[in-house]
């Protein structure tokens, strides 16, 4: 007799009732080292203390940093960077254990919003703050959208604007996917975790407008780190206890990144850049090119209608430091196995769908690709940057690369058609980690992914 296969809505499946004893509440957490402003110049770094609730999970899917920021200067004279991007450096400690520590952050949030849709950021303008798909989708000369928006946003940047911020975080971050268990971290007392936060200098967070020479700056008021707290019951805790505490520790798996950099003098057409990571699970490389003075000095550009920022990158077509030729070795390992080229006058789409594919997201939207107001793609002006994944296949599965033991760095050998400025090169490399916890709340780490 053959089968007979049934729809799967002929049927409701049975609920699984939950227990009504777990709770989740919502926590603003405060700065430990509490200002009623902070700034470049004056309380450039906030601390955020995490206690150990007992018996209590944090949700990281539910964790993001609210903030309320003002720009200092007339108002019509500058407007913050898209994106707002006040955080220079993040570092997170579990006890005395340093499990993270990501430098340029700001650049690497700029990067990671580049993979984002473009509808993603369009909706989400007025949250974090990035108004650049809003400028590309209605820019349409004088009175158009795009143009009010920017003059209402200038004016209540002036006055204070409340924004949010996910954090990139591998531990608590937005990519976090499991519980991270608090409760348990308590081996330095009644403080799980210390996240501190130091501030990117004036120059990296406000745009000065065409013909302003003053220095323009921010102040940030009312910074809160926002948590869900998920509380287990006794009986709970005890199944959670049977089935993850084996062997004495809880391993919590996460993914954090490191920064490597490089300068690169004007016209200087070849580059040989030596990544030092020493890792034993590395999924992917993400290269970036920014202009010297746009690391150190303000941007002057037209705020009500340029998309010009400090976080211009370079590489694309039309960025005036233009890509010819790159690829990737580690030993007599090649990544792609043949060096990428891209002919001249022809644009750089070659890299970056290598880039995509190998980071396997080749059929997804990001708005790197998405159409400038001049026409061009995004990553052939200013949103261009090179992406290797090292993954072979997109799953947990313990397969990226393992230079921890080699003993060689992962070289970057790359080609410009044209080179007119001194560009700084950054290099971020995440790998994973495991976070393990012991019984008494001692924390070690584990490189790899198990």
Same mark, same amino acid.
């Given at each position: 007799?053959?089968?007979?296969? %049934?729809?799967?809505?002929?049927?409701?499946?049975?609920?699984?009732?939950? @227990?009504?004893?777990?709770?989740s509440s919502s926590v603003k957490i405060l700065p430990a080292n509490a200002n009623s402003t902070y700034s470049p110049?004056?309380?450039?770094?906030?601390?955020?203390?995490?206690? /150990?609730?007992?018996?209590?999970?944090?949700?990281?899917?539910?964790?993001?940093?609210?903030?309320?920021?003002?720009?200092?200067?007339?108002?019509?004279?500058?407007?913050?960077?898209?994106?707002?991007?006040?955080? @220079?450096?993040?570092?997170?400690?579990?006890g005395t254990v340093m499990v993270e520590d990501i430098q340029n952050y700001a650049l690497l949030e700029r990067m990671?919003? +580049?993979?984002?849709?473009?509808?993603?950021?369009?909706?989400?303008?007025?949250?974090?703050? @990035?108004?650049?798909?809003?400028?590309?989708?209605?820019?349409?000369?004088? *009175?158009?959208?795009?143009?009010?928006?920017?003059?209402? #946003?200038?004016?209540?940047?002036? #006055?204070?604007?409340?924004?949010?911020?996910?954090?990139?975080? !591998?531990?608590?971050?937005?990519?976090?996917?499991?519980?991270?268990?608090?409760?348990?971290?308590?081996?330095?007392?009644?403080?799980?975790?210390?996240?501190?936060?130091?501030?990117?200098?004036?120059?990296?967070v406000v745009t000065r407008n065409t013909g302003i020479t003053a220095s323009p700056g921010y102040e940030l008021s009312?910074?809160?780190?926002?948590?869900?707290?998920?509380?287990?019951?006794?009986?709970?805790?005890?199944?959670?206890?049977?089935?993850?505490?084996?062997? !004495?520790?809880?391993? +919590?798996?996460?993914?954090? $990144?490191?920064?490597?950099?490089?300068?690169?003098?004007?016209?200087?057409?070849?580059?040989?850049?030596?990544?030092?990571?020493?890792?034993?699970?590395?999924?992917?490389?993400?290269?970036? &090119?920014?202009?010297?003075?746009?690391?150190?000095?303000?941007?002057?550009?037209?705020?009500?209608?340029? $998309?010009? @920022?400090?976080?211009?990158?370079?590489?694309?077509?039309?960025?005036?430091?233009?890509?010819?030729?790159?690829?990737?070795?580690?030993?007599?390992?090649?990544?792609?196995? #043949?060096?990428?080229?891209?002919?001249?006058? /022809?644009?750089?789409?070659?890299?970056?769908?290598?880039? %995509?594919?190998?980071?396997? &997201?080749?059929?997804?939207?990001?708005?790197?690709?998405?159409?400038?107001?001049?026409?061009?793609?995004?990553?052939?002006?200013? *949103?261009?940057?090179?992406?290797?994944?090292?993954?072979?296949?997109?799953?947990?599965?313990?397969?990226?690369?393992?230079?921890? $033991? !080699? *003993?060689?760095?992962?070289?970057?050998? +790359?080609?410009?058609?044209?080179?007119?400025?001194?560009?700084?090169?950054?290099?971020?490399?995440?790998?994973?980690?495991?976070?393990?916890?012991?019984?008494?709340?001692?924390?070690? &780490?584990?490189?790899?992914?198990?």
């Open positions: 007799m053959s089968a007979v296969a %049934l729809p799967r809505n002929l049927v409701a499946p049975i609920k699984v009732m939950g @227990d009504d004893r777990v709770k110049t004056s309380g450039n770094r906030i601390v955020f203390n995490i206690p /150990a609730y007992a018996k209590a999970f944090i949700n990281p899917q539910r964790t993001y940093l609210s903030f309320n920021i003002k720009k200092t200067g007339t108002a019509a004279d500058s407007r913050l960077v898209d994106g707002v991007p006040w955080v @220079d450096r993040i570092t997170l400690k579990c990671e919003s +580049l993979y984002e849709t473009e509808d993603h950021n369009l909706s989400r303008a007025w949250i974090e703050g @990035d108004y650049s798909s809003v400028l590309r989708k209605y820019t349409g000369g004088s *009175g158009a959208m795009a143009e009010t928006i920017l003059d209402k #946003a200038i004016t209540e940047q002036a #006055a204070g604007r409340a924004y949010t911020k996910p954090l990139l975080s !591998g531990v608590i971050g937005k990519n976090q996917q499991f519980y991270v268990p608090v409760g348990m971290l308590n081996a330095s007392g009644s403080q799980a975790i210390q996240l501190e936060i130091f501030l990117a200098s004036n120059d990296q009312e910074v809160a780190l926002n948590i869900c707290v998920t509380e287990l019951p006794e009986r709970a805790m005890k199944a959670f206890n049977s089935a993850v505490l084996s062997g !004495g520790s809880v391993k +919590l798996p996460y993914k954090t $990144t490191r920064c490597f950099q490089q300068h690169v003098p004007s016209g200087q057409t070849h580059i040989d850049f030596n990544i030092v990571e020493n890792s034993f699970d590395a999924e992917k490389v993400m290269v970036a &090119m920014r202009p010297q003075s746009k690391v150190s000095q303000y941007t002057t550009a037209d705020v009500n209608g340029a $998309t010009d @920022d400090c976080f211009a990158l370079r590489g694309g077509e039309n960025s005036g430091s233009v890509i010819s030729k790159y690829q990737f070795r580690y030993g007599t390992e090649q990544f792609p196995p #043949a060096p990428v080229e891209v002919r001249d006058n /022809a644009g750089t789409t070659p890299a970056i769908l290598q880039g %995509l594919a190998s980071c396997d &997201m080749l059929h997804q939207s990001p708005r790197l690709c998405a159409i400038d107001i001049d026409g061009a793609p995004v990553f052939e002006n200013k *949103g261009f940057f090179i992406a290797q994944g090292f993954k072979t296949s997109d799953d947990p599965i313990l397969n990226g690369l393992r230079t921890a $033991t !080699g *003993g060689a760095p992962l070289e970057l050998k +790359l080609d410009f058609s044209a080179q007119n400025t001194d560009l700084s090169m950054f290099a971020f490399v995440r790998s994973n980690y495991v976070m393990n916890i012991g019984s008494t709340g001692s924390v070690t &780490m584990t490189e790899g992914s198990h």
